[in-house]
């Protein structure tokens, strides 16, 4: 028997797929109504079986998948956090398996509310669902009120949009962040002492939750230990540093730092700079190439992070659920469990 007579035919595709010869010539010729099921079950059996045609089957499976559009605003790209953060957003886009998805991933250099505003209103102009991380603001929430009453719907990232949860939240609960951060600098720090705390700005909820948090741990548990009050570095890392360097300074006798927010490689810059590289505790955010490097030489010592395959795949299937939701306005809250690094286990 020759080659050509072994190579598996339609009726061997049907078979292994379990339907029938004419649902395979429609996949076949794109032509009458399959449904997905069907048709990646006949994809999947195409290939197991060596079908001769499988291409013109994958052809038309991926022109059969609904198409979506989802629109990312995140901030500053400079910031190495907010690139991961769109590299694995079109990673578990193009993963998805039961929609083609096209993002548009754009960058806010300006972070003022108008700015914010008018950029999540334009993204809704061409995308079905919007993902924003802002902080909050009258001008944030009426664009979000604008959106929703379109019929866009719109997921708050990393930080709230909303206490009552009509806003769709993907991120780690905060308040436990902000705990968990205390209680190791109360096992850590070699004595109680003073600690500072960076925040980058108030109105981004999840880092109110995290001073919030961290407080309120002191206050229940460890009250030898003095908090001082919070600087501000507006998601800056240069201010950060400049923060970080003038506690040291006016505290020299500083325990530990905390850095609710943005500006963790400023802090870090500081420690270093100054001295303080594996005396001074320091709790961040973010598992990344430079708070690695920090965890190694002492600049940090504790890191809580966000599990960023998971927070990608997520976010995309909540808004995909969202997007083709025939009902509007379900909830598509996903709180994340965050993950502990230490120089011991990176």
């Known amino acids: 028997m020759n080659e050509r007579a072994k ?22 010729g794109g032509s009458g109504t399959v449904s997905p099921g069907t048709l990646q079950r006949v994809q999947a059996a ?18 059969a998948r609904p198409k979506l559009k989802l629109g990312f605003l995140l901030l500053q790209p400079h910031r190495v956090y907010y690139r991961e953060i769109a590299s694995a957003m079109r990673a578990a886009a193009a993963a998805h398996p039961d929609c083609e998805v096209e993002t548009r991933i754009e960058f806010l250099e300006d972070l003022s509310p108008q700015s914010v505003a008018l950029r999540m209103l334009e993204l809704g102009e061409t995308c079905a669902a919007v993902a924003v991380v802002a902080a909050m603001h009258p001008l944030v929430i009426r664009a979000v009120e604008t959106l929703q009453e379109r019929q866009i719907p719109v997921f708050a990232l990393i930080s709230p949009l909303s206490a009552a949860g009509q806003v ?4 780690l609960d905060n308040w436990k962040v902000g705990r968990t951060a205390a209680w190791a600098t109360e096992h850590f720090c070699r004595t109680p002492g003073k600690l500072g705390i960076l925040v980058g700005n108030h109105r981004y909820q999840c880092q109110e939750q995290n001073e919030s948090g961290f407080r309120s741990y002191f206050r229940e548990h460890a009250p030898g230990f003095t908090l001082l009050e919070p600087l501000s570095t507006f998601e800056e890392s240069s201010v950060a540093e400049e923060m970080t360097e003038k506690l040291l300074r006016e505290h020299p ?43 190694l030489d002492g600049a940090t010592s504790f890191i809580m992070s966000m599990p960023m395959s998971r927070f990608a795949t997520e976010t995309i299937a909540g808004m995909i659920r969202a997007a083709r939701a025939s009902t509007p306005g379900a909830a598509y809250n996903t709180v994340l469990p965050f993950e502990i690094y230490t120089r011991e286990n990176i």
């Open 7 to 28: 190579r598996p035919t339609i009726r061997d595709v049907a078979s292994a797929a379990g339907v029938s010869v004419a649902t395979v010539n429609r996949v076949l």
């Open 46 to 63: 195409a290939a197991t079986i060596g079908f001769y045609g499988f291409g013109a089957i994958q052809r038309r499976v991926a022109a």
């Open 168 to 171: 769709p939240y993907v991120g």
């Open 253 to 295: 006798d500083l325990a530990g730092l905390f850095v609710s927010g943005g500006g963790i490689t400023g802090a870090m810059r500081a420690v270093r700079s100054m001295g303080h590289a594996g005396r001074l505790f320091v709790v961040g955010h973010q598992l990344m190439d430079v708070t690695r490097q920090g965890l």
